[in-house]
Antibody, heavy 124, light 107 residues
Framework: QVQLVESGGGVVQPGGSLRLSCAASGFTFSNYGMHWVRQAPGKGLEWVAFIRYDGSDEYYTDSVKGRFTISRDNSRNTLYLQMNTLRPEDTAVYYC?????????????????WGQGTTVTVSS | EIMMTQSPATLSVSPGERATLSCRASQSVSNNLAWYQQKPGQAPRLLIYGASTRATGIPASFSGSGSGTEFTLTIDSLQSEDFAVYYCQQYYNWPLTFGGGTKVEIK
């Protein structure tokens, strides 16, 4: 079945770095754009970043621009999020999610499959 | 950045009743709007895309409507498993943005 499994979360000090991974299975990973979405404790959802199916384009929310980098390795069916200069406000559960392609071939930049999330805590 | 505003923040509904949730965009997003359901400790689940098209496996009790800046998610005859938090999200342009969520709780 279609599955996304995140890993790499943990506790890090402010100013530190982490790299999250998202292993994809059950679908042709190289055909789909991918998102990272986060959720701070007790808060709502916040979109973080997107990368096109072939890695040719990336988009970020303003608060992470210049600090986070989304990337992918289609040969390994894996999505990454490199997070540098982490701040306490980056503390959240981080989800990876795939875009949705309709039966008519239209790409919907929403998220139809989500991972279970990995927790990042930025604290001294 | 397009701001998405959901109302009410909390909706108290009795089982079997209808719930009507609203989502407003700060500028037109055409029909590029999705709705998600999230239960405690779980990842979100896609319910609706294109403002009104149910995702695969979503029951007909869920329906979406609207376009431009005003959108509605209606849940008919609420079941116990429908009590959750619901988010709208625009994918009209970058950055993608979510509403703050509506919690549907048991009255």
């Amino acid at each position: 079945q279609v599955q996304l499994v995140e890993s790499g979360g943990g506790v890090v000090q402010p100013g530190g770095s982490l790299r999250l991974s998202c292993a994809a299975s059950g679908f042709t990973f190289s055909n789909y754009g991918m998102h990272w979405v986060r959720q701070a404790p007790g808060k709502g959802l916040e979109w973080v970043a997107f990368i096109r199916y072939d890695g040719s384009d990336e988009y970020y929310t303003d608060s992470v621009k210049g600090r986070f980098t989304i990337s992918r390795d289609n040969s390994r069916n894996t999505l990454y999020l490199q997070m540098n200069t982490l701040r306490p406000e980056d503390t959240a559960v981080y989800y990876c999610a795939k875009v949705f392609i309709t039966i008519f071939g239209v790409v919907i930049y929403g998220m139809d499959v989500w991972g279970q999330g990995t927790t990042v805590t930025v604290s001294s | 950045e397009i701001m998405m505003t959901q109302s009410p923040a909390t909706l108290s509904v009795s089982p079997g009743e209808r719930a009507t949730l609203s989502c407003r965009a700060s500028q037109s997003v055409s029909n590029n709007l999705a709705w998600y359901q999230q239960k405690p400790g779980q990842a979100p689940r896609l319910l609706i895309y294109g403002a009104s098209t149910r995702a695969t496996g979503i029951p007909a009790s869920f329906s979406g409507s609207g376009s431009g800046t005003e959108f509605t998610l209606t849940i008919d005859s609420l079941q116990s498993e429908d009590f959750a938090v619901y988010y709208c999200q625009q994918y009209y342009n970058w950055p993608l943005t979510f509403g703050g969520g509506t919690k549907v709780e048991i009255k």
